[in-house]
């Protein structure tokens, strides 16, 4: 199932509609912050899983 140009169109009207195009950059801001601090916890998480596997290898 794609989703094309009419929805995303439609979605986009909605979505001005309930924010209003003044709120839409603050909630992109708060999107991409939000993205940015979910990636950066998946590279601890990772990070920290391999430095567990690595001193447990080392036993």
Known sequence: MKIGTQELLIV????VLLFGPTQIPKLSR???KSVKNFRE???EAEEKEDSDGAEKSES
């Open 12 to 15: 986009l009207a909605i979505v």
């Open 41 to 43: 916890s998946m590279a």
């Open 30 to 32: 708060m999107f991409g």
